[in-house]
C-alpha cells in the first residue's frame, strides 16, 4: 500500500508559478513511475506529466510542456512539479499517482494509488 499526500496548490495570478510536492509513505516510490493528473470542475481527469522509474524519464501533455517540469528525490519519497507561465486554464485540482509501468503511462487506468488532490486556481 502507498499513501500519497499532495502539498503546494494555492491562488497565483496568471504568469506566476507554483511548485507542488507529492510525497508517498507506507511503500516507498522505489520501482515505480509517478504521475500528476488535473482535474477541473466539469471536466475529465487528464494526464499532465509522469516521471519514469528508473531513468526518471520525462513526459508532458502539450497543454504544459515548456512550463512545466516534473522531477524526484527518491531519497525523500517526493515528486516535485514545477508550474511556471501559469494561465487560468490551468486552474484545476492536482493529483499525483503511482503506477507498476516502469516507464510511465498517460493513461489514469494504469495507476493504482492516488492522492486526494491538491487546488491550483489561476486568476487572469
Known amino acids: 500500500q502507498v499513501q500519497l499526500v499532495e502539498s503546494g496548490g494555492g491562488l497565483v495570478q496568471a504568469g506566476g508559478s507554483l511548485r507542488l510536492s507529492c510525497t508517498a509513505s507506507g511503500r516507498t516510490f522505489s520501482s515505480r513511475a509517478v504521475g500528476w493528473f488535473r482535474q477541473a470542475p466539469g471536466k475529465e481527469r487528464e494526464f499532465v506529466a509522469v516521471i519514469s522509474w528508473p531513468a526518471s524519464s520525462t513526459f508532458y501533455a502539450n497543454s504544459v510542456k515548456g512550463r512545466f517540469t516534473i522531477s524526484r528525490d527518491n531519497a525523500k519519497n517526493t515528486v516535485f512539479l514545477q508550474m511556471n507561465s501559469l494561465k487560468p486554464g490551468d486552474t484545476a485540482l492536482y493529483y499525483c499517482?503511482?503506477?507498476?509501468?516502469?516507464?510511465?503511462?498517460?493513461?489514469?487506468?494504469?495507476?493504482?494509488?492516488w492522492g486526494e488532490g491538491t487546488q491550483v486556481t489561476v486568476s487572469s
Open positions: 499517482a503511482t503506477t507498476t509501468y516502469g516507464s510511465g503511462s498517460s493513461l489514469a487506468k494504469d495507476y493504482d494509488f
